[in-house]
């Protein structure tokens, strides 16, 4: 099976981002071996800290981060990071050519219950003309990633990378430590009878989600003439990891539960990677009716609704909202 870096090098992959892509990856490697050890590395629960979106912060959020910010650091690979753990940027490589933002671990509630959680990245150019410290080097739009992909820490950790030109899983092999091709070109099928939503915030959706949702549930007897099936994981990388294996549509929309919240995933480092995944295996990826990969982002913390997946469904779901 082919490793990694030859399968980059034949795609165009430059040097140095396939530097930069390891150096992420060797961190992956190590919060996947202290997941995997779970109760008896010591790093389940929570802190006694909140992140600056007022979330708690688990053990494994802190040493994820610590681990992923410690090593791009360090590598000199990075002009700046931007992370869901930390309040602002942080610079880095004046004269590095690329920027890095990342959702350290994905999925945090799932820590304590040995369930799916991951990490998510999106690598972008670093701006020339704006300092390693200038909060604003990530305000660009997600179409202008040069990589994004996730680590998912399941029982296998597998990687899904995309630099553009289409997108690919890895598995990592354990007895030799190195990510092996196991899905060369992922194609996400265009129609699914599967969505996954967070049924519980059902009356804090807006009518269109209302009705779409409600049209799914009623099956074959209903509009949409079909069963469909649900799945939700509380963990956005293993949800989109099951589009990517199977299709389907994933949403978290707009709600009315907190009118100063009313989306919760975050654009640079969870809507934005993943929707350059989506899209480089066929699928669509929107925020209410605008292609999640064109939207200028206005903060590092900036949230969307997202809607995600099998492009005629993504469709049909967006319809409901025109
Ligand atoms: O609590 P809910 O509504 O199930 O939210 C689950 C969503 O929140 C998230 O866990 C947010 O990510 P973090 O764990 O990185 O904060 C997503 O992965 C997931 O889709
Ligand atoms: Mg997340
Ligand atoms: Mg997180």
């Not at 109760?39 to 959020?61: H, P, R």
């Amino acid at each position: 099976m082919r490793r990694l870096p030859p399968v980059l090098i034949e795609d165009g992959c430059p040097r140095d981002l396939l530097s930069l892509i390891r150096t992420i990856l060797a961190a992956c490697k190590e919060i996947s071996f202290r997941v995997s050890q779970g109760e008896l590395s010591g790093v389940l629960g929570s802190t006694l800290d909140e992140n600056i979106q007022g979330e708690t912060q688990k053990k494994l959020d802190v040493l994820s981060n610590q681990l992923l910010k410690d090593i791009l650091l360090e590598s000199g690979y990075v002009k700046a990071i931007a992370s869901e753990e930390e309040d602002y940027t942080v610079a880095g490589n004046p004269d590095a050519e690329y920027i890095v933002a990342f959702d350290p671990l994905d999925g945090s509630s799932n820590t304590d219950i040995n369930s799916l959680v991951g990490t998510i990245f999106s690598i972008m150019k670093a701006p020339k003309d704006k300092a390693a410290d200038d909060q604003s080097i990530f305000m660009q739009a997600g179409k202008h990633q040069v990589a994004a992909g996730y680590v998912l820490y399941g029982p296998s950790t597998m990687l899904a990378l995309t630099i553009g030109k289409g997108t690919r899983l890895f598995t990592l092999d354990r007895t030799h430590g190195s990510f092996l091709l196991t899905e060369d070109k992922v194609a996400i099928p265009e129609d699914t009878k599967e969505f996954a939503i967070n049924a519980s915030n059902q009356r804090h959706w807006l009518a269109p989600m209302q009705n779409y949702i409600a049209d799914c549930l009623a099956g074959e007897e209903g509009p949409r003439k079909k069963n469909f099936n649900m799945r939700w994981i509380a963990c956005m990388v293993g949800d989109v990891h099951r589009l990517l294996c199977r299709g389907g549509l994933f949403t978290y929309p707009e709600d009315t539960k907190n009118p100063e919240k009313p989306f919760k995933l975050r654009l640079l480092y969870e809507a934005n990677p993943m929707a350059m995944l989506v899209e480089q295996a066929g699928g669509a990826a929107y925020a209410g009716l605008d292609r999640i990969l064109d939207i200028e982002p206005q903060e590092i913390h900036q949230r969307v609704a997202v809607t995600m997946g099998s492009k005629n469904e993504v469709e049909i779901c967006l319809d409901y909202h025109k």
